[in-house]
Nanobody
C-alpha cells in the first residue's frame, strides 16, 4: 500500500493554476513534515516546497517562490500545493513525501506522483 496519494494534476495552459493534494491513508500526517518534489523528463528530481508538521515553517525553491503556496489541513490529513502562474518549465511529475520528523526536509515515505503538464 502506497503511504501517500497525490491528486490534482492535469493539463493546464501557461498562466493557469492547479492545486495538488497529498493525502495519507491509514496513518496520520499530523506529526510529519511534508514536502513536494518534481521530476521533469531527462532531469533529476528537485525539491519544490516543504511544510513543517504544524504548518509554522515553509520553504520554496527559488523557481516557484511567489507562484506556489504549500499548506496543510491536519484535520483532513492532507497537504496541498497551490500552483499559480504556471509555466511550461513547471511540467513534471509531482511527488509528495513525508518525514518521520516534524521539520523539513521530508523524504522518508513517498507517493506515486501526479503528472502536471503546462502547455498551450
Amino acid at each position: 500500500q502506497v503511504p501517500l496519494v497525490e491528486s490534482g494534476g492535469g493539463l493546464v495552459r501557461p498562466g493557469g493554476s492547479l492545486t495538488l493534494s497529498c493525502a495519507a491513508s491509514g496513518f496520520t500526517l499530523e506529526h510529519s513534515a511534508v514536502g513536494w518534489f518534481r521530476q521533469a523528463p531527462g532531469k533529476e528530481r528537485e525539491g519544490v516546497s516543504c511544510i513543517s508538521s504544524n504548518g509554522g515553517m515553509t520553504n520554496y525553491a527559488d523557481s516557484v517562490k511567489g507562484r506556489f503556496t504549500i499548506s496543510r489541513d491536519n484535520a483532513k490529513n492532507t497537504v496541498y500545493l497551490q500552483m499559480n502562474s504556471l509555466k511550461p518549465e513547471d511540467t513534471a511529475v509531482y511527488y509528495c513525501a513525508g518525514s518521520w520528523g516534524t521539520l523539513c526536509p521530508a523524504a522518508h515515505f513517498w507517493g506515486q506522483g501526479t503528472q502536471v503538464t503546462v502547455s498551450s
